[in-house]
């Protein structure tokens, strides 16, 4: 199994970058794809997950801003970010689970882990 980050780079605030995670070896619309980021020094946080279901969710910080979105032909999850702050700078991570419904997302439950992708917001 593998999941490959792309997308990232460096932007200036209040820009829009996309972020896209290609599967190899599992089917996303099987599984739970999240995107994760973690900042320098900082631990790791979930931004925004699309269950196998379909059911989306962000984290507070990002709503509004940010759309997580699949393309099951594709095979890819990406991360549509828009209205970029200078706290949106960090490491970002896609990751695939099969957790219920209710279940914790942490970083502990992943299955699937795919190499991160850099984000730079200039102020």
């Known amino acids: 199994v593998q999941l490959q980050a792309s997308g990232g780079g460096l932007v200036q605030a209040g820009g829009s970058l996309r972020l896209s995670c290609a599967a190899s070896g599992i089917s996303v619309g099987n599984y739970n794809i999240r995107w994760f980021r973690q900042a320098q020094g900082k631990e790791r946080v979930l931004v925004a997950s699309?269950?196998?279901?379909?059911?989306?969710s962000y984290a507070d910080s990002v709503k509004g801003r940010f759309t997580i979105s699949r393309d099951r032909a594709k095979n890819t999850v990406d991360l549509q970010m828009n209205s970029l702050k200078s706290e949106d700078t960090a490491v970002y991570y896609c990751a695939a689970d099969r957790l219920i419904s209710g279940a914790t997302p942490n970083v502990e439950a992943m299955n699937y882990w795919g190499a991160g992708t850099q984000v730079t917001v200039s102020s």
């Open positions: 699309i269950r196998w279901t379909s059911t989306t």
